[in-house]
């Protein structure tokens, strides 16, 4: 059977899609809830490992599926798509006694310990042994556990894709891990089923491992088709796989990947021998019980855990955004000192403003005072002096008091005309200050709007700067990135990688929609972010100007 292909040439299909659609026979398809308990991602090599997966899948399932759907890769053919399995599975345990006896019924591992020719153990028939099945309600063992196999039939689709056509790669990717990951869901396993009866291909292996086996670091190994009695017949040893594996071993050990190698027959045995169908049995129940142990142990690695390599497309636009997020900090950092010294200004100047009121209130408090003076003067002058003239008149022979009244009356006119002179000029003085004080005050008040206007821009950009050091530490900058960060971003980044491709020029939008993107749900308002990135952008290019 010939491997699926990837679609030609990425120019022709990135300019038949318009370079901006992402996934886009993936996003279509409506994604199914997840109601599974635990979920696994499944791949396998052979002359046809959709057939030898689905039927391993089919005997761990019992054929009994709650839900069965295809889904495809962009960029690939029909052959490559992913399809999804979800089933319940249970363990089921059996035991052998020879017949007609009331002994306590062995496990088949024990009987073979009492047997000396193994492989005639596994022809014998139900007239001389018989299979019972061991029921125990209390057993925790037995419980049901809800299953979704995600099977990729062909990763060696996805690796050409990457060699040849790097966008339609990430396109693949983006959509598989969507899958895989969906309604928050997580990886609790690798599964990689291969032909017993064929040679190992550690190369087909190499191609699932190192690509998912960093997503979660174990991998259940499964030998399909593996016949005991054949294998015991032909020289080997009953369940030692050791040598088989080795070379497997040796490949996922410099990887640190947990390897569980499980052989197994995938199909009932027909014929009548309880040996065989106990073995199906056992193994059945070795392979469940590494799933039951997925769920007991807690071992789901979710998207926010599971790392993958840093695709090369975010290693090259993940430094252009930094960059941009410099300039825009630099940016806002110089108007925040502009700010801060137009504050100090403002503050200098109410200082000002606040010594001018004083003064004018002070001067209208002096200029009342001496016009109460002025007018007291005035309405206590005439009386002395018609006191003095009363004076001067019964003490007419007395000239010495009469020239001292009338020097005393003159002295006074003086005094009179003189108060009144000042008392013109204090008038003027408070009438020029009580004009002055009211817009003083005015200005006061517009001052501190104007006050009140910077600092609250000031508290504005220390937001905005408080946004741009939350992009900034979103964006990966080591080797490797989460799968969260990666299905944020796919959007963006393919659409920054499609306008490359077709040599069109990024725009302004496409670094915001990358920012915003990594933030995910870790911010209040993503909304606000872009608007504040788009906004930077065009002070950049006008300073730049």
Known sequence: MALPTADPDLAVILKKEMGINTAAGFKNVLLPASTTTLRVLISGDGDDVVDLVSTFIDCIAGGQYIDKQTYPLPHCDTNAAVQLYTCQVKKSTFALRHSGSNAEPKSLADMIKETEAVSQLFDVKSDQLELVQIKDDKDDNDELV??????????????????????????????????????????????????????????????????????????????????????????????????????????????????????????????????????????????????????????????????????????MWTPALLGFLDAGSKLLGESNQGHQQQRVAIHQWIKQLDQHIVECTKTKASADTAITR???????????????????????????????????????????????????????????????????????????????DVACKIK???????????????????????????????????????????????????????????LGGTCGDTGQVHSLLLALAAQIKKQRV
Not at 385 to 391: D, G, H, P, R, Y
């Open 146 to 315: 809800t299953v979704e196999f995600v099977f990729l039939p062909h990763p060696v689709v996805l690796l050409a894709l990457k060699s040849l056509q790097p966008y339609g790669y990430l396109d693949a990717l983006f959509a598989l891990l969507g899958l895989a990951y969906r309604d928050n869901g997580a990886l609790y396993g690798l599964f990689y089923v291969n032909e017993w009866l064929t040679s190992q291909s550690e190369l087909a292996l190499t191609m699932f491992v190192d690509q998912f086996a960093s997503l979660c670091p174990n991998l259940t190994y499964i030998m399909a088709n593996y016949e005991p009695r054949t294998v015991i017949m032909d020289g080997g040893t009953y369940l030692d796989v050791s040598q088989r594996i080795a070379p497997i071993k040796a490949l996922v050990d410099k990887r640190n990947v947990a390897l569980t190698a499980i052989p197994v027959t995938t199909t009932k045995p027909q014929v009548d021998r309880p040996a065989r169908e106990a073995f199906f049995y056992q193994q059945h129940a070795a392979v469940v019980e590494i799933l039951v142990g997925f769920k007991r142990l807690g071992s789901a690695v979710s998207a926010q855990t599971a790392m993958l390599p840093m695709p090369p497309a975010l290693e």
């Open 460 to 518: 504005a950009i220390a937001k905005w700067q408080a946004m741009l050091e939350l992009v900034r530490d979103a964006c990966p900058t080591g080797k490797d990135v989460s799968v969260a960060a990666l299905i944020s971003v796919c959007k963006p980044l393919i659409s920054l990688c499609f306008r490359v491709a077709l040599d069109l020029p990024t725009r302004d939008e496409d670094l915001a929609d990358l920012a915003t993107a990594f």
């Open 374 to 452: 002025h007018q007291k003067l005035k309405v206590y002058t005439p009386g002395f002096m018609v006191a003095l003239a009363v004076v001067a008149s019964t003490a007419a022979n007395h000239s010495g008091l009469v020239v001292t009244a009338l020097a005393v009356c003159m002295l006074m006119v003086g005094l009179m005309q003189v108060s009144q002179s000042k008392t013109q000029q204090i008038i003027a003085a408070r009438y020029k200050a009580d004009k002055q004080l009211p817009k003083l005050e005015a200005k006061k008040a517009e001052v501190n709007g104007t006050l009140l």
